[in-house]
């Protein structure tokens, strides 16, 4: 009973992950211990998703909790591993008397074996040619020196023999009468202790292995049959426990074809699914991108109407202003003159030529706005939302066998529809909650390159800096990736002053370094999005290039929704302006990154 309770005991002790006891146990808050190594692994692969889970209930937390050593645990561990030892220790002792008293036997037996071996004095002078035992093999008891393989053990003798040692067994009379078994490490298991005779006998009332003399003793009366005659019955029930185990094992593969089936069924249907999504949706971000630029030619061109014609009224006004004031002019010098006939003369002349033109009717608003197009542009957008929560209510009916597999189908489809119908932050306050204080990386930065500001700040020198060499640096293209990894919702703003130009970028961590192929330039390649501003402004990725035609500006707000797939570039004043935005799905952390042309410097800003 006190193995089970140890055994017990131990299991309780084990930790999930690495199915050992615990080292240095934690408990994390929904209350399930680990290996403190064991579960920093585990959420070091969750770093990626920025939500931390429990291995064995799969709750999850957001921060990364921070872990701290369970004391009292530990000590019960430790208590726990001594008591092992002290349980340990008395095996052993047990062990060594068990061995005392077989080596007593095996010295008896000994005596037994002189007479015949004086007899055998050729046969023991002659070299051994047996091999010596291997670690699977059981080995003589009687061999001194060297020991070699037994192939027989005597159940009369308690002892295991080898070829040459078991001769007297075939030879001397008394020794025939001995029964000789398949060899066995474990021969002494095979006697009763207390009579020190053969267990031949099963005990069913005590389910255990007796000699004889049990029988007329403490087994008196109890239910006892031959060990032999257990066997066969037990034989029978073995081959149907059998029988069924395999029909069982059977059942259960069936079932785990059939679950395979469908779960390789459900990833098909899935990712079907999931590309045609993600092509209509990519083909309605289109078309709403291909409207907003069509509204805003719109009022750009009502804008250059409007501004024509009151160009136009100004340049009369200005033109009528100029004649008043020139006659006002003469009207006062002639105020000012003694000749009575020229007085007389000169004003009739100005007063007709004063009131001979009549000014058109100029209307001018007071408070020209566009309120017209915001209000059907607001109401198209709440419309939109409308319609889309709509659509989602008739998708999720769809989805009821679905649900009814998998319970948790309809929280992920409602959270989808939320993120899907949630808009980005609007005002640059908003933004800045996202805020995020970025750093360069100076080992894998161009040689060329130069970092300053405590890594924030980069110009191209012209000039081989001091870095040392690194197998990850950039060695053609002169770009630069951020320390941090770009995980959740992130926002940065960047400052650069023209030269060569600069290219402002985010990347995977793997993009190729070596070399000047489109595989290592930020926007040439699978791996990078990058905004290029110079003296125009354009998007690349993949090496597709897309206009922009908004003029440059000089602070470049980045803002990033990894989980969403959403990559904005926005001009950051007063207001925040969109200049190009992405919806992708992102399958790798992303890093800032940014390309410095000659004479021109990058800035990561301060959150102010």
């Not at 005597?154 to 067994?169: G, K, N, R, V, Y």
């Not at 049990?214 to 059998?242: F, I, N, P, W, Y």
């Not at 078309?287 to 069509?294: A, F, G, L, P, W």
């Not at 957008?381 to 709509?390: A, T």
Request: aromatic share 8%; charged share 25%; glycine share 4%.
């Amino acid at each position: 009973m006190a193995e089970t309770s140890i055994w017990v005991d131990q299991d309780q002790f084990k930790c999930p992950i690495c199915l050992d006891i615990l080292k240095d146990p934690v408990a994390i808050p929904c209350g399930h211990s680990f290996c403190m190594v064991c579960i920093n692994n585990c959420w070091d692969q969750d770093d990626q998703r920025g939500i931390y889970s429990c291995p064995q209930c799969r709750a999850t937390y957001t921060p990364r909790p921070v872990l701290h050593r369970n004391n009292l645990l530990a000590n019960v561990i430790e208590k726990h591993k001594q008591e092992e030892l002290q349980a340990e220790l008395k095996k052993k002792i047990e062990y060594q008397a068990d061995l005392k008293k077989k080596t007593y036997l095996q010295s008896e037996v000994k005596k037994t074996y002189l007479q015949s071996e004086v007899k055998k004095t050729d046969l023991q002078s002659a070299p051994p040619v047996l091999c010596s035992t291997g670690p699977e093999e059981v080995e003589c008891d009687f061999c001194t020196g060297r020991k070699h393989k037994a192939i027989k053990s005597c159940l009369m003798c308690q002892a295991s023999f080898c070829e040459t040692h078991l001769q007297p067994h075939y030879e001397v009379p008394g020794l025939k009468r001995h029964t000789l078994v398949k060899v066995s490490s474990q021969i002494q298991q095979k006697f009763c202790s207390q009579h020190d005779e053969v267990k031949k006998i099963y005990c069913r009332t005590d389910q255990s292995f007796i000699c004889f003399m049990c029988t007329m003793e403490d087994h008196k009366g109890h239910d006892a049959v031959a060990a032999a005659t257990e066997r066969a019955q037990k034989q029978s029930g073995l081959k149907e426990e059998q029988r069924k185990l395999q029909q069982r094992i059977q059942e259960k593969e069936k079932k785990v074809q059939e679950l395979q089936q469908a779960v390789d069924t459900l990833k098909c249907s899935a990712q079907t699914a999931v590309e045609d999504s993600e092509k209509i949706f990519t083909e309605l971000i289109c078309s709403i991108e291909k409207k907003r630029c069509e509204v805003r030619e719109l009022i750009r061109a009502q804008e250059k109407a409007e501004l024509s014609r009151v160009e136009g009224l100004l340049d009369q006004l200005d033109q009528e202003i100029t004649d008043l004031k020139r006659r006002d002019t003469e009207l006062e010098q002639l105020s000012h003159t003694e000749d009575h006939i020229h007085f007389l003369q000169s004003f009739q002349s100005l007063c007709v030529s004063s009131g001979s033109k009549i000014s058109p009717n100029i209307s001018v608003h007071q408070h020209p706005s566009f309120d017209g197009v915001k209000k059907s542009l607001s109401e198209l957008k709440d419309q939109i939302e409308e319609f889309c929560k709509e659509e989602f209510h008739r998708i999720l009916p769809h989805s009821e066998q679905m649900e009814e597999s998998c319970p948790r189908f309809r929280k992920i489809v409602s959270v989808a529809a939320v993120q899907i119908l949630s808009s980005e932050p609007k005002t640059r306050g908003d933004f800045l909650k996202y805020f995020c204080l970025l750093t360069l990386d100076p080992i894998i930065a161009h040689p060329e390159l130069s970092l300053s500001e405590r890594n924030r700040v980069v110009r191209w020198s012209g000039e081989i800096q001091p870095y040392s060499t690194h197998p990850d640096r950039f060695d053609h293209w002169a770009q630069v990736l951020s320390k941090e990894r770009v995980c959740g919702r992130c926002y940065w703003e960047v400052e650069w002053t023209s030269g060569g130009g600069v290219s402002i970028a985010v990347s995977y961590k793997e993009i190729s370094r070596k070399g000047n192929g489109y595989d290592c330039g930020f926007g040439l390649n699978p791996q990078s999005w990058s905004l290029r501003c110079s003296s125009s402004l354009s998007f690349w990725h993949n090496s597709i290039k897309t206009e922009i035609p908004d003029p440059p500006s000089s602070r470049i707000g980045v803002y990033v929704d990894h989980s969403a797939g959403t990559l904005s570039f926005y001009r950051v004043s007063d207001t925040m302006s969109l200049l190009h935005t992405i919806h992708t799905t992102f399958t790798q952390p992303l890093y800032a990154g940014f390309c410095v042309g000659l004479d021109s410097t990058v800035r990561l800003c301060n959150l102010k």
